[in-house]
């Protein structure tokens, strides 16, 4: 029984996002274990606090991360 736990940002993903995040995920591991696998594979989704997550030794605050996902490469 695979568990998948993200952990994501507050604030970043809305609910339907969310649950696009948990069929892909499902459907990723479905694909590598089989179909019989579907009924038993648990997918959490974990929001940390804006401020509580760190990366480069800098606090990432929800709109930073709002900031990439609108922004151009």
Known sequence: MPLINVKLIEGVFDATEK???IEKLTDAMVSIEGEGMR?????TIEEVASGEWGIAGKAL????????RTSEA
């Open 39 to 43: 009924p038993v594979t648990w997918v």
């Open 61 to 68: 605050h929800t709109g930073d991360v709002l900031g990439m």
């Open 19 to 21: 649950q696009t995040i």
